[in-house]
């Protein structure tokens, strides 16, 4: 028997080593297909302070003097910075900074204080990153491209700090998770009806509509509401976000174990306060340029595209505001369609920066 485990657990030593020694020769292509002039360009990995928990950016530009442009990443607490290889060819047009949120990602550590994982406190976190990559690049105003929960935090950002932000662009906003809940359920009940698929509509009319108080039920709704996704579509599997996720040269190992540590943590403590919002009420104007990126496709429960197209029509924003529609995808258009992203970003970039001047930067100074 002992040697039955013993061999066993060679075995198992020896899958774990040659998966890790693949993922290693993978890791060194994309990074080679991405490799930046350095100089004039920057690629670097950095952890910062902001308020008072270090945190983790990656910054990524073939000049230092090009327009800066922050990320906000999903979740709660889903860092973007491994997926952010298959559009690191914004690197030619933009500084592009990637940011793993306190709790999330590379920036996940058990030793957070719970009390301050709060939609408000991460606004603040993100009002200090700007400011700090303003001062460190020169730059009088960022764009902000946000996806998904990064919306309720860019949103909220944009709209108490407007003179920060050349434009904000919205991948999937969060506008009113209740309503767009509803909908949803609506949708797929609707469908199971048409379909005269009885057990379904049975199940849908078992739980009710939302909101929920049991996470069962809630899950039942979005089983029935993916079931009848367009026949023409099909989401973004769990096999393709791993591939793109081990492909990336900017998260070790240890990193995808932290990955799933802080998406766990960080939804724990915000999906509450984060999917009670009603952003047509509390944020029903922005003094930017503004643009929603929409996959025609989307009808993720908490962030649907109707509910989106909905916030967008009651939107002010005197400065402009267009809708783009992403007719091949669904909740991950930057993924789901990577050519078509970067021309509409590049496209923002003509529309809303200023001219370009040679700005003369000084030297590269250590991150604080």
């Not at 990602?105 to 606004?123: D, F, H, L, R, W």
């Not at 809630?218 to 791993?242: C, L, N």
């Not at 724990?268 to 996959?295: N, S």
Request: proline share 8%; net charge positive.
């Amino acid at each position: 028997m002992n040697k039955i485990v013993i061999g066993f657990g060679g075995t198992l030593l020896l899958i774990v080593a040659g998966a890790l020694a693949a993922r290693a020769i993978i890791q060194r292509q994309t990074a080679a297909r991405q490799r930046l002039p350095i100089p004039p360009g920057v690629d670097a990995i950095e952890r910062i302070r902001l308020g008072g928990v270090e945190q983790w950016i990656q910054i990524r530009g073939r000049s230092r003097t090009l327009p800066v442009l922050l990320y906000l990443h999903g979740g709660p607490g889903f860092s973007e910075m491994p997926l952010a290889h298959l559009n690191a060819a914004l690197a030619d047009d933009f500084v592009v900074v990637q940011w793993d949120q306190r709790g999330a990602g590379k920036s996940y550590s058990p030793e957070i204080p719970a009390n301050s994982m709060t939609v408000e406190q991460i606004v603040a976190d993100t009002r200090e990153l700007v400011l700090l990559l303003r001062e460190r690049f020169h730059a009088p105003k960022i764009f902000l491209v946000a996806h998904s929960w990064g919306t309720i935090i860019g949103a909220r950002a944009v709209a108490q700090s407007p003179e920060l932000f050349y434009a904000y662009v919205a991948i999937s906003q969060v506008a009113w998770p209740p309503e767009s809940e509803r909908l949803m359920y609506s949708y797929a009940l609707a469908q199971a009806q048409a379909a005269k698929a009885t057990k379904i509509a049975a199940d849908l009319e078992g739980i009710g509509p939302p909101p929920y108080q049991q996470v069962a039920s809630y899950d039942t709704m979005k089983k029935w509401i993916y079931h009848f996704g367009d026949a023409e579509f099909q989401r973004i599997s769990p096999v393709e976000f791993a591939r793109l996720i081990i492909a990336s040269p900017a998260y070790s190992d240890l990193d995808l174990l932290r990955l799933w540590r802080g998406f766990q943590f960080s939804f724990e403590k915000l999906w509450r306060e984060a999917f009670a919002i009603d952003y047509l009420e509390q944020i029903p104007k922005l003094d930017v340029p503004v643009y929603f990126f929409v996959g025609r496709h989307d009808r993720t429960p908490t962030a649907s595209a109707a509910m989106a197209e909905r916030y967008f029509n009651v939107l002010e924003a005197p400065r402009g505001k267009s809708l783009v529609w992403f007719d091949h995808s669904g909740h991950w258009p930057h993924l789901s369609e990577p050519q078509r992203y970067r021309a509409e970003v590049r496209r923002i970039l003509q529309d809303c920066a200023p001219p370009q001047k040679e700005r003369s930067l000084p030297p590269e100074r250590s991150p604080r």
